[in-house]
Structure formats: C-alpha cells, structure tokens
C-alpha cells in the first residue's frame, strides 16, 4: 500500500538549509550529498539538477540528488552524482529510500535519458544492474603524528622520511591558480580532458573553509597541489596535480602526509583516499600507505539503453583519442578540454 504521509519534493532554495541539516545528521550521507552541489554542477556545466526528497509530515526523511547529463558524444544520462564519488539515496526508512528510488526511474523515464546512475558507497537496488569499476580507500587517523606514522608501513614511511629531506614546503593557497594548472599538465598527461577554471573557482566559493588547497613547493616552484573536502570529521583529498619533478622528489608523499596532519589537528578522525581503478598506479599508491580497497558498486536503471555504459580509459574505443590527447599542448587541451569534460562527469 502506498504510504499516503510520505511526500516526494524537488529542492528548492528555501528548503535548502534543511537538506543540508539532514545531511549532516545521517551518518550515511556524504559531503557530496550537500545542496552545494547542485550549486556548482548547474552553474558550471549546465547540467539541470534535480534535487528529490521525502517528506513526512514536515520532516525530511530521505534525499536523492540528481543531475541530468546530456551529451551527443557520451550518454544521456540521470547521474547521482556526476563528479563525485559517492550519491545515490540516503534515507531515515525504508519507505523513504523505496519513494525516491522509484521518483527517480519516472524521472529517468520522463526524461527519456539512457540510463539512471547511483553511485551509493553500499549496493542499491538488488535487481539493478551494477558495475564494479572503482575502489574507495578509508582509514581512521588519530590526533598523534606517531601513531598515524606507525600506522603507515614500513616501506612508506621511509619515502615520506625522504620526502621531507627534499626541501620542499607547503602553503594553503586562496585561488585554485596554481592547482589549476598542475591539474590540466597532470590530466594532458594521462590523456583525459581537463575541465575549465572556473569549476575549481566555484568549488572554493560554494563550499568556503570546507574546501581547501594545500600547494607543495621547492623555492618557488609549485611542484604538485591538492584541492581537499573537509566534511564533519572527514577529510577528502580530490582534486591533485603535480610537476614532472614531483616523483624523483617524492611530493606526493609529502603533501598527503603533512594533508594528513593538518588535518588531524583540527580534530579529522578518517581520512577518505577517494576512489581509484583496480591495479592502476593510484590504486597502489594508496595501498603502499596501508589503505585497503572497498569495493564501489555503483547501480543502473537502464531507459533506453540495452547494456551498462562503459565511459572509462580502460574502454579500447578511446585508446586513440586518449594517445592523441597526451600529445597536445598543454595550453590548447585547456580550450578545447572543458568541452569534452563537462559530459564526463
């Protein structure tokens, strides 16, 4: 029987502070849950978001955010939620997360897309289709350099002992200047489209002191730079670029270990490595300082499609245009970059 108390709403600004309040109260949701987002994915792509909650009786008891990502290159889809890691439904019951799954597949009827994506850290529906694509890395961190030294194995810990014998520094920058452009080298190198600018700009201006950028440096060179999410006691390492040079000095090293401090300091209990493929090289480098891989399995609810999309690197279809893209000069992937990039969310 249909649960004639539960409604199912799209957000608006004046219900804003309430989704964001639930959110943060569900230990389920995600920093990628909060309304920011929809701020920041219309406003630089485009994209028409769709934001759903239940309501019972003036109380939010589930939200589900939702992009609508349409490209004549890549796939129509219904996304939640494109550039992030995690999304899908976060719901109080289970009413509320059965609501909102099926207002979403009328959606993604409506809407005509080829498919509905939901990219929920646990399995979603059981009758979806999944795909098995990434690996999240997580691990509790403790208010002790020490102890989150010991934590890190052996071999790790004397790369990060070198790195901070390279005579390198840190800085918190104010703009995405610097990051932006070891970002767009960093992507030009692996043969993937870099977005524009002024998505970092609006990250910095949508998401405030919860989102940081912490810059490596040797004199006054930038050698590699990372954009942070800090969500309650979560830090989010997500968007990195680094110099050429950075491997021989081991700055990656460096940066993550003093993120992880600085974090730490200011009362962080789990530091959140991201996603990564299987077997790839980031995919190891998180296993190296003693994160183990969760599996992400991210559900579908096919429309038009007649099987699950495949928009990844390892796809032979762009094995051409990905080798192509890594012999373009950094300056003109920049131009035509962000016109690719908005639809490869």
């Not at 795909?131 to 030294?149: C, G, H, M, S, V």
Request: net charge positive.
């Amino acid at each position: 029987m249909a649960d004639t108390n539960l409604k199912i709403l799209e957000l608006d600004d004046a219900n804003s502070a309430r989704w964001d309040a639930f959110v943060k109260a569900t230990p389920e949701a995600t920093f990628f849950h909060t309304c920011g987002w929809r701020t920041v994915i219309e406003s630089a792509f485009g994209h028409r978001c769709h934001y759903l909650y239940a309501e019972r009786d003036g109380r939010i008891e589930g939200v589900l955010p939702l992009a609508h990502v349409r490209s004549r290159l890549f796939s129509n889809a219904l996304v939640s939620t494109p550039f992030c890691v995690y999304g899908g439904v976060v719901a109080a019951s289970a009413s509320a997360r059965s609501a909102l799954e099926e207002a979403a597949c009328e959606l993604a009827r409506t809407l005509k897309v080829d498919h509905l994506e939901l990219r929920e850290a646990q399995p979603g529906p059981a009758d979806w289709p999944r795909k098995q694509l990434y690996y999240t890395f997580r691990k509790p961190i403790e208010n002790d350099e020490q102890a989150n030294l010991a934590a890190i194995p052996r071999k790790q810990r004397a790369v990060i002992r070198k790195s901070l014998d390279s005579g390198l520094d840190f800085q918190i920058d104010r703009d995405t200047e610097r990051l932006y452009d070891l970002y767009a080298l960093s992507l030009r190198d692996l043969g993937t489209p870099v977005f524009g600018p002024r998505y970092m700009a609006l990250l910095k201006t949508v998401f405030g002191s919860a989102c940081e950028i912490m810059t490596v440096t040797r004199g006054t060179e930038a050698i590699t730079s990372v954009l942070s999410f800090y969500f309650r006691d979560e830090v989010l390492p997500y968007y990195a670029g680094a110099h050429s040079s950075a491997r021989e000095l081991k700055a990656n090293d460096y940066m993550y270990w003093q993120l992880m401090n600085r974090a730490a300091g200011r009362g962080v209990r789990m530091f959140d490595f991201g996603r990564s493929k299987m077997d790839t090289g980031p995919f190891q480098f998180k296993r190296h300082w003693g994160f183990e891989p969760q599996p992400l399995s991210y559900a579908y609810y096919l429309v038009r499609a007649r099987e699950l999309p495949n928009l990844n690197p390892t796809n032979p279809r762009y094995k051409h245009f990905i080798q192509a893209w890594q012999r373009m000069p950094v300056s003109l992937t920049r131009v035509v970059g962000p016109m690719l990039a908005r639809s490869l969310g």
